[in-house]
């Protein structure tokens, strides 16, 4: 089975700090994916990567970068968090062709 | 631009069919999955269709793809308490290189005892 794993369930920051969210996915997979969830509006793409080193914005990537340095992993970060950055963000990777994407179990994250 | 639309709740009972709807806007749509999500966890992939299908069955799930309508239906037979749930639509669509994944909003499942 795929395993897709985020370092934290829960996460409490404060405003204007640095924050690091990681992701390790254990089946090669080349593509890795950023996503945040919030009521009402679904999942909403913040950026996704198709090879190591390689990264690509989604449509909502103000305020994030990422970094993909081994193929395993992919970490999202928040330059300088804000409030309206408090949401469950999920991870997720596939492989190429008609693979789904597999989800790690999310990351809630509250700015205060 | 894509668009993929989903009514945001459904209510059944214990033991009746449910059945969850989406449409989708991509013509270029090539897979079309359902995730389902728990309280506090991630997506779960449940199943896919490729668009070339119409239906796919699976155990208590059967989907249906109208590709002439964008139509996508997702049928649980037997619905049980543990299926409450938020259910996902999602098409991947796009050419090689530069496909993406777009999800709906998610329909919220509720199973009455």
């Known amino acids: 089975d795929v395993k897709v794993t985020q370092s934290s369930r829960y996460l409490v920051k404060r405003t204007g700090e640095k924050v690091f969210l990681e992701c390790v996915q254990d089946?090669?997979?080349?593509?890795m994916f950023w996503y945040r969830q919030d009521p009402g509006l679904g999942l909403r793409l913040i950026y996704f990567?198709?090879?190591?080193?390689?990264?690509e914005k989604g449509d909502i990537p103000e305020g994030y970068s990422v970094s993909r340095e081994k193929k395993e992993r992919f970490s999202l970060i928040l330059e300088s968090a804000s409030t309206n950055q408090t949401s469950m963000y999920l991870c997720?990777?596939?492989?190429?062709?008609?693979?789904?994407?597999?989800f790690g179990d999310g990351t809630r994250l509250s700015i205060l | 631009g894509e668009d993929v639309e989903q009514s945001l709740f459904l209510s059944v009972r214990e033991g009746d069919s449910s059945v969850i709807n989406c449409t989708y806007t991509?013509?270029?749509?090539?897979?079309l999955y359902w995730y389902k999500q728990e309280p506090g966890a991630g997506l779960q992939l449940l199943t896919y269709i490729f668009s070339n299908m119409d239906m796919k069955q699976d155990q208590r799930l059967t989907v249906l793809l109208n590709k002439k309508d964008k139509h996508l239906s997702l049928r649980i037979a037997d619905t049980q308490t543990g299926d409450s749930a938020i259910y996902f639509c999602?098409?991947?669509?796009?050419?090689?290189?530069?496909?993406?994944?777009?999800f709906g909003t998610g329909t919220r499942l509720k199973v009455l005892a």
């Open positions: 089946m090669d997979h080349e593509n």
């Open positions: 990567s198709y090879d190591v080193k390689m990264k």
């Open positions: 997720a990777s596939s492989s190429q062709g008609f693979q789904p994407q597999h």
């Open positions: 991509d013509s270029s749509s090539t897979y």
């Open positions: 999602a098409e991947k669509a796009g050419t090689s290189g530069t496909y993406k994944y777009i």
